[in-house]
């Protein structure tokens, strides 16, 4: 099942939203907007660093790939 999080933030502020996937696979987490985002995943519970990125997507946008276990929750957020 996809899941799809809109994060919103403004000048200075960092965004975030919390997933839990019911499917264990590759994600892509990605921002599509017209300022400099950058993005970044960690696991909720350990506050493990997955990656973070700066303007691997189209323009100054991120795009971060992950693996992502089923029924482990994950920490999304995004800045500019």
């Given at each position: ?36 985002v ?28 992950v ?14």
């Amino acid at each position: 099942e996809d899941a799809y999080n809109l994060i919103s933030a403004g000048a200075g502020e960092r965004g975030s939203a919390t997933f839990t996937p019911k499917t264990t696979g590759d994600y892509t987490y990605y921002s599509a907007a017209d300022k400099d985002v950058v993005g970044c995943i960690w696991r909720t519970h350990d506050e493990y660093g997955l990656g973070e990125d700066d303007d691997s997507g189209e323009g100054n946008n991120f795009s971060l790939r992950v693996f992502l276990q089923e029924g482990v929750s994950y920490t999304f957020e995004a800045w500019y």
